[in-house]
């Protein structure tokens, strides 16, 4: 059953496998593979929400794609979300281009009559990449020192813009930023 949809930002692969380095060392260490068997993909979650339309968002999403370069992320600390689900996650360094790319996003979806959560707003949303979820609480302190150890920052392009559904994630489609490699 269906928890909701996300408009998700994805990486290139050299930052993306950064990502999943992070992913592996908490698998083996048995404290966390909740986002592995979901079989997501290191990504920076734009807007969730439990109703939105595919069909509608593909379309729009296609051409607020094309008017958008690749962007530089730096993903620059660790954090952690203040609630029950325990995640841990890499922060991207917040550039005025994130901030920027996030708030027209918002803008063209808000004129298609897209309702944005006030968590996802601009001036609330907060950027990261989640390296783990449901941690246990007594493990927490180990997860953060095993992700010390990434050498952080580690550093890359967002290079698409996608939809997915989640939970276990199904993606709906995706676009390459700026379409450069679309035929």
Known sequence: MSQGFAVELY????????????WNVLARRQISTQLIEIESRPHITLLSSPN????????VLK???SNQEPMLLSLSSI??????????????????????FHSQLCDVLKKEGVEIG??????????????????????MAEAFFLLRDLKLPVSGYAIDIGLV????????????LGNTLEA
């Open 11 to 22: 990486f290139d692969p050299a930052l993306e496998n950064q990502v999943l380095k992070a």
């Open 52 to 59: 939105l339309d595919p069909v509608k968002l593909e379309h």
């Open 63 to 65: 051409n607020f794609a």
């Open 79 to 100: 954090g952690s979300l203040p609630s029950d689900s325990n995640v841990l996650f890499l922060s991207p360094t917040p550039s005025l281009s994130l901030l920027q």
């Open 118 to 139: 006030e968590e996802y707003r601009p001036g609330s949303w907060i950027p990261y990449c989640s390296v783990a979820q449901e941690v246990p609480k007594n493990r």
């Open 165 to 176: 559904e989640f939970s276990p994630v199904r993606e709906f489609f995706s676009f390459v």
